[in-house]
């Protein structure tokens, strides 16, 4: 079984600062998606990077692949309230239909 | 707008009963998923399901069942619920190729 660490468990901080969110494997992943979510619902995908060394810019969220295709970074810039939610990673190997969830990061992010 | 819905939000069983949870997408999707969710786990596949009475083990089948009689059905069965089977109940279905899943809003079950 493939496994997916993730770090830190759990962050807080204050708005306005910046944070890193990190998904290490020793598995190599063809893919790999960021999720977030928020209390009572199910994940929602933010991003997929595809190939090593890709980044990917979603407004304030910085997505990067490690160049070996088995690690991944999540960067907030300027974090806001609404960023506050749980933050999954999930590879996938080859052709697998399935995921290989990480443990998440629990952001919370006070006013 | 696509939707994944589960039949119920909270759940609250007693140990040995037979549960059912059940999952429809309205996407036409091939794949469908099953997870469960408990803090500092992530989310871990109990089965999944890549067309119509087919299914496949995942991490953590022990316990439970599926059944997928039609393309936008997949249920998850517990035979006989035990305390240790309380968790949050996730459902998701991705297209044949895309690796994107979607989720539904989860079943909380609580087995006492």
């Known amino acids: 079984t493939q496994l997916l660490e993730q770090s830190p468990q759990f962050l807080s901080i204050q708005e306005g600062e910046n944070l890193t969110v990190y998904c290490n494997s020793s598995?190599?992943?063809?893919?790999l998606q960021w999720y977030r979510q928020e209390p009572g619902e199910g994940p929602v995908l933010l991003v997929t990077?595809?190939?090593?060394?890709e980044v990917k810019k979603l407004k304030r969220l910085t997505f990067q692949f490690g160049d070996a295709r088995k690690d991944s970074s999540l960067h907030i810039t300027a974090a806001q309230p609404g960023d506050t939610g749980l933050y999954l990673c999930a590879g996938a190997a080859g052709s697998a239909r399935q995921l290989t969830f990480g443990s998440g990061t629990q952001l919370t992010v006070l006013p | 707008d696509v939707k994944v819905t589960q039949s119920s939000r909270y759940l609250v069983k007693r140990t040995g009963e037979k549960v059912f949870l059940e999952c429809v997408q309205d996407?036409?999707?091939?794949?469908m998923f099953w997870y469960r969710q408990d803090p500092g786990l992530g989310l871990r596949l109990i089965y999944f399901?890549?067309?119509?009475?087919?299914?496949e083990k995942g991490d953590i089948p022990e316990g439970y069942s599926v059944s997928r009689e039609k393309k936008e059905r997949f249920s998850l069965i517990l035979e006989s619920a035990s305390t240790n089977q309380t968790s949050m109940y996730l459902c998701a279905s991705s297209s044949r190729l895309a690796g994107k899943q979607y989720f539904g809003p989860g079943t909380r079950l609580t087995v006492t």
């Open positions: 990077v595809v190939t090593g060394g």
């Open positions: 598995s190599v992943f063809s893919s």
């Open positions: 996407m036409d999707h091939e794949n």
């Open positions: 399901s890549y067309d119509v009475k087919m299914k």
